[in-house]
């Protein structure tokens, strides 16, 4: 098939670790890598940011990054960029009437969905939707400290019934689409996946510190990521040291409020000698960095999905996380992590604390973690899942006969 994947802010060559380039950015060109390997001809069309970007990129074989204009040719954040989406719509239909044509639209956040829909009042093509976040749970959890559109809610409802399919990518988001009115018949659950080769429990290690337990967490430096608390609880659990993955470069972190805010924390706290904000790090150096964790703590408020925890755990590093949206999907409680309250420093430190001491639970994590992120979460089997779905979408389109979506999630 030809797939148009829309990603309006998350470009698959962005640099990873900004307020606005994360795991949306990967999931696209990981599972658009991974459709292409089966055959699929998948163009990526993401908003022109830079004057100097190329109109189009070949990302990897099969695979093409289209840059659109709409709106300025400049970095802008994602919460600006809602006025650009009509603009953005008009430009796809316009190059698919002219030229390359999809079978199926794949959009990926809500505001990519509103272009996707947009652009399909001309060429009508099946649109499946991944919404990556929501609204309602962003709302929930940051109050008035949510800078999305005012209208984004009532858009995300709107936008969960005008699609052919919306992809959720864990049980828990299944409810939350539910809850605002997206039909049960129209959702099927496709969890993200992870790099096998690059992942994986052998392979060169990072420096450690000698004779000190290493906790690793990864992430973007946002507040909801929760690495405050996890600084917190680090008072709780003696002589083990705290890295942090993500984020600015290193010698940027001094300028980054979240880094200097966390830098804070640590010394507030008295852990300032045991907290260590390495920065953004290339993505191939990352399975280095999980190796060298004696546990990785994923502590975030919420969590769509969490790839983090995935990448530790085929790394076979044990985890310790969030009982929160996709990691209580991922993370096995007792099996391959153990998972804890959000928002919690006493239970975090308590749970990283009982498997620092304990060799043998650790190891027993570790083994079960890699081969769950073999067996259930690879990128070929995600490709292939969602091949099916869009091929049900396609079919569902042609006939006008809705079908109840297969459950594919990894339990």
Request: net charge positive.
């Amino acid at each position: 098939m030809r797939i148009a994947m829309i990603s309006e802010h998350a470009s698959p060559l962005a640099f990873l670790g900004g307020v606005d380039a994360g795991g949306q950015n990967l999931h696209v060109a990981e599972l658009s890598t991974a459709l292409a390997r089966l055959g699929h001809d998948v163009r990526v069309y993401t908003r022109r940011d830079r004057i100097a970007l190329p109109a189009e990129f070949a990302f990897a074989d099969g695979v093409t990054v289209v840059h659109v204009p709409a709106g300025p040719p400049e970095p802008l954040g994602k919460d600006l960029l809602l006025p650009y989406m009509k603009p953005f719509g008009r430009w796809l239909a316009d190059s698919w009437t002219d030229g390359w044509s999809p079978d199926v639209i794949h959009a990926h956040f809500w505001m990519s969905g509103l272009a996707a829909l947009v652009a399909r009042r001309r060429v009508a093509r099946p649109v499946v939707q991944t919404f990556h976040a929501l609204g309602t749970v962003k709302r929930r959890h940051q109050g008035v400290r949510d800078t999305s559109p005012a209208a984004r809610i009532s858009l995300e409802r709107s936008l969960g019934r005008g699609v052919d399919r919306v992809v959720a990518q864990c049980r828990d988001e299944v409810r939350e689409l539910v809850r605002i009115g997206v039909p049960r018949d129209r959702i099927g659950v496709i969890p993200s996946g992870v790099d096998g080769a690059t992942f994986a429990p052998l392979g060169p290690i990072a420096p450690r510190s000698e004779g000190r337990p290493r906790i690793l967490s990864v992430g973007r430096l946002v507040e909801r990521k929760g690495f405050a608390d996890l600084i917190r609880a680090l008072r709780l659990v003696p002589h083990a040291e705290l890295v942090i993955v993500g984020g600015p470069p290193e010698a940027e972190l001094a300028r980054d409020p979240e880094a200097v805010r966390l830098r804070a924390v640590a010394v507030a706290c008295g852990v300032a000698d045991r907290t260590r904000l390495l920065g953004a790090v290339p993505r191939e150096d990352m399975p280095r960095w999980y190796r060298s964790a004696d546990v990785l703590a994923c502590s975030p408020w919420y969590e769509p999905f969490g790839l983090t925890a995935l990448e530790g755990m085929a790394c076979g590093v044990p985890v310790v996380a969030s009982a929160v949206g996709g990691l209580v999907d991922t993370v096995v409680d007792g099996e391959s992590g153990t998972l804890v309250p959000a928002r919690d420093p006493a239970a975090l430190a308590t749970a990283l604390q009982d498997l620092l001491v304990d060799p043998v639970r650790r190891l027993s994590y570790a083994t079960a973690g890699v081969d769950r992120a073999r067996q259930r979460y690879s990128w070929d089997l995600t490709a292939e899942r969602m091949t099916a779905l869009y091929q049900r979408a396609r079919d569902e389109r042609r006939t006008g006969h809705r079908r109840m979506p297969a459950e594919a999630v990894a339990s």
